[in-house]
C-alpha cells in the first residue's frame, strides 16, 4: 500500500512538472527548428541619442551605441536572458554622451569580449583584462555567422575639430542587404565613403539639417531612412531632412514617432519592417 502511495505521489509529481515545462520546451524546439532565422537590425527608442542593437540568425549580438542614459538595461531583457547578457561585440561610434554614456550600464550588465571604439571619451567604466579594445578605421572588417561589416570611415590618422566627423561608419552587409550606420558623420563624408546602393541608412545626427543630404540619397539610395531621434531644443529632425527624404522617395521611420525601428533580413536578403 505504501509503495502504490510512492508511485502515485512521484507519478503526479511527474505530471506536475510535465505541465509546467511543456510551454518551455515548445518555445524551444519551435524557436530552433520551425522559425525561419533572421539578421535583425533594431533602432532602439532611446531618446534624443543612438543604440542600435543587430542580432545574426544565429542570434550573435552587436551594439553600436548605448543612448544617452543608462535606461537602456532596461530594454536589454526583451533580447537577453537576464542570467546571461553577452554581447558579441560593442561599437561606440564617437564619445559625445547622446551614444556612450548608456554603454557604461552595459559593461556593468553584460559580458563582451570585444570594444571597438577610437576615443574613450566619456566612457567611466574602464573595461577590465576579458575586453579587448580595439580602434576601427577604413579598411577594417569584422564578420559573425556569414554577416560581414566593414569601416568606411575614419582613416587612419584622421583629426577633426568637430567629434561627429571622427564617428565611426559601418557598412553591413548579409545576403545582398545592405545597411549604413553613420554615427552622427556628416551627409559629405558619407556620399564620399558609401560606394554602392544601399538598402537602410541611420540618419547622421538624429535627423539634423545637411546640405549634403540631397548628394548621399542620390548616391547611396536608400529604402528606408532611420531616424533616432528624442525630445529635443534642436528642431531634430529638420523638415528639410524630411522633404529631401520624402522628394526623394526614401522611407523615413523616427523612433520618437515609431518607437524601436525592427528591420527583419532573411536569408534571401528580402527584408521587412516591424
Request: with cysteine.
Amino acid at each position: 500500500m505504501v509503495d502504490k502511495e510512492k508511485r502515485s505521489y512521484i507519478l503526479i509529481r511527474i505530471l506536475l512538472v510535465s505541465f509546467f515545462l511543456a510551454p518551455f520546451a515548445v518555445g524551444y524546439f519551435k524557436g530552433n527548428f520551425s522559425e525561419e532565422k533572421y539578421l535583425e537590425i533594431k533602432v532602439l527608442d532611446v531618446g534624443q541619442g543612438d543604440a542600435i542593437l543587430i542580432k545574426t540568425p544565429n542570434s550573435r549580438k552587436i551594439l553600436i551605441d548605448g543612448g544617452p542614459r543608462g535606461d537602456i538595461v532596461e530594454k536589454l531583457p526583451k533580447d537577453f536572458p537576464f542570467f546571461n547578457c553577452k554581447m558579441d561585440v560593442l561599437l561606440a561610434t564617437h564619445s559625445h554622451s547622446d551614444h556612450i554614456t548608456g554603454l557604461n550600464s552595459v559593461l556593468k550588465m553584460c559580458a563582451a569580449p570585444l570594444f571597438i571604439i577610437n576615443d574613450i571619451g566619456q566612457l567611466e567604466n574602464v573595461p577590465d583584462e576579458d575586453l579587448r579594445i580595439t580602434q576601427g578605421f577604413s579598411g577594417d572588417k569584422f564578420s559573425l555567422d556569414g554577416v560581414n561589416f566593414y569601416i568606411l570611415w575614419p582613416p587612419k590618422g584622421f583629426s577633426a575639430s568637430d567629434i561627429n566627423n571622427l564617428s565611426i561608419v559601418v557598412l553591413m552587409e548579409y545576403a545582398g542587404f545592405k545597411a549604413v550606420f553613420s554615427g552622427d558623420a556628416e551627409s559629405g563624408i558619407l556620399a564620399d565613403v558609401v560606394t554602392n546602393d544601399i538598402d537602410f541608412l541611420k540618419s547622421p545626427h538624429h535627423g539634423s539639417y545637411d546640405a549634403d543630404l540631397e548628394s548621399l540619397l542620390l548616391k547611396a539610395k536608400p529604402e528606408v531612412l532611420a531616424i533616432s531621434v528624442g525630445k529635443n531644443s534642436f528642431g531634430h529632425p529638420s523638415s528639410q531632412v524630411l522633404g529631401t527624404a520624402d522628394s526623394a522617395g526614401v522611407k523615413v521611420f523616427r523612433t520618437d514617432k515609431d518607437g524601436d525601428i525592427v528591420v527583419k533580413v532573411r536569408a534571401d536578403g528580402k527584408y521587412e519592417m516591424k
